[in-house]
């Protein structure tokens, strides 16, 4: 994904586990993600978390 800038995404939590979901405007999403880029998405937002000692589930 070299190149692409993602800006104002959300990490929650889900009944399917996390999910990465970007704003919307207008109504709509400004952009979707497949399952596989989510789960990229999710891998390398749940890292940085580690990394930093921040668990999900009590953020």
């Excluded at 704003?23 to 990394?51: C, K, Q, W, Y």
């Amino acid at each position: 994904m070299d190149g692409l800038r993602l800006y104002n995404l959300a990490l929650k939590q889900t009944g399917c586990g996390p999910r990465v979901f970007a704003p919307s405007a207008f109504g709509s999403a400004v952009a979707t993600f497949t399952h596989e880029i989510n789960a990229a998405l999710v891998a390398l937002a749940m890292g940085e978390l580690d990394r930093n000692g921040i668990d999900l589930k009590a953020a």
